[in-house]
């Protein structure tokens, strides 16, 4: 196990570094003291439960105290351990999106889709995918508030990179838990990558979702892919610009002619010799690959294309 780093970020706030892969600062999760409940925001994959755990015992508390487990939407980085924890934390409740709550409850689908995607890689880089027990699990409506207490966290449902996704906003302390809606940005570098793996992938409804956090005036972004963005109007500028600048150049390049495999080389290029620039060579290449890999990026918007390709066809038959 990585040694944990646990960063208190506000009075009863604490940032977990989970280590993903032996990295520091690629996923984060979030210990949250309510005074009546002590939640986690994100349980990561379960790869890396051993060290979430010691996070949660060197912010002071003990596990078995948590009461609630939220999750931003069910990708294995964010929600893989969700039914492993709750054997271990008796007193949990697992909270999440409605459309991504049957996906947990049978993670059947998930894991055949997972499987596609990582193969081989599927047990190191996830570990066990448990079912949560449906008894166990709230899903959370649009707008629904969750009371820990001193702390409520409202769910915002803010889809683009994934229907399913909810960012929790502490409208008390101006925080909002973010989830992969406001995008990738490592070690505070001013460079945030657009996550746009496949399936859901809709530029239409990220830059809504844009809006609506835009719009709560925050103070404070707390992204899972990592840390806290103290700039929340920078950042959300710079997640659109790369978000538009990446689908505009691979989809001209696309009818250019160019394959996946081409596309995919070009984008790397390309983001990296930006990233590069901007912190004076290739030391947080690895970390962003394990945060959010060009392949899956390029074939997000392959999809994305595709479908308003299809909808077009469909709209002018």
Partial sequence: MSEVQ??????????IDQHFLGLPGVIASYLVAGGDGLALIETGPSTTSETLLAGVRQAGYDPEAITHLLVTHIHLDHAGAAGSLLRRLPRARLYVHPVGAPHLVDPSKLLASAGRIYGDAMQR??????????????????????????VRLQALETPGHAYHHHAYHDAERGLVFTGDVAGVRLTGVPHVRPPTPPPELDLPAWRRSLLRLRQLRARRLLLTHFGASDEPD??????????????GWLEARLR??????????????????ELHALVGGPQLDEAFEAATNYPMSVDGFLRYFRKQA???AKDEA
Avoid: C, N, S
């Avoid at 646990?6 to 940032?15: D, H, K, R, W, Y």
């Avoid at 027990?133 to 508030?145: F, K, Q, V």
């Avoid at 920078?234 to 689908?247: C, G, I, N, S």
């Avoid at 996946?260 to 983001?271: N, Y």
């Fill in 6 to 15: 646990v960063q208190p970020l506000e009075p009863g706030i604490f940032l």
């Fill in 125 to 150: 880089l996830w570990g066990e995918v448990l079912p949560v027990p449906a008894a166990r699990l709230h899903a959370l409506a649009d707008g629904e508030t969750v009371d820990l207490g001193r």
């Fill in 234 to 247: 920078w950042h959300l500028d710079d997640l659109l610009a790369h978000l538009y600048d990446w689908a």
């Fill in 256 to 273: 250019a002619g160019l394959d996946r495999e081409r596309l995919v080389a070009e984008l790397r290029a390309r983001g990296d010799a």
């Fill in 310 to 312: 299809e909808r077009r």
